[in-house]
């Protein structure tokens, strides 16, 4: 499935120039300039990176003291692991991609 099927188009596509051959009406062969749009990271990887940039920005140091602003925002009062980290960040991206729908 293509990521225009699933509405996960490029954050950052890049655009190429290209000559194209083709035959005008005679049949003649002739070359003409095209600007094609391609690559670039996902929409969702990029909701995701910044997802993740932020939820790792707030897991400093840990206090015991519950009432503390430095604790992980799920709740938990130990750092989280990179795969709790990737959850975290790809749920915030789904969020932030379904909001884009609406």
Known sequence: MSRRETGDVAAFPVQVR??????DERGHGRVRSVLI????????????????????SKCGPYEDDESS????????????T????????????EAMMEQREC
């Open 18 to 23: 290209r000559d194209e051959k083709y035959l």
């Open 37 to 56: 749009t391609e690559g670039g990271m996902s929409m969702r990887d990029y909701f995701a990176a910044k997802a993740m940039q932020s939820l790792l």
């Open 69 to 80: 602003s430095n604790r992980f925002p799920m709740g938990k009062e130990q750092a989280p």
């Open 82 to 93: 990179v795969h709790e980290v990737a959850l975290y960040a790809y749920a915030q991206a």
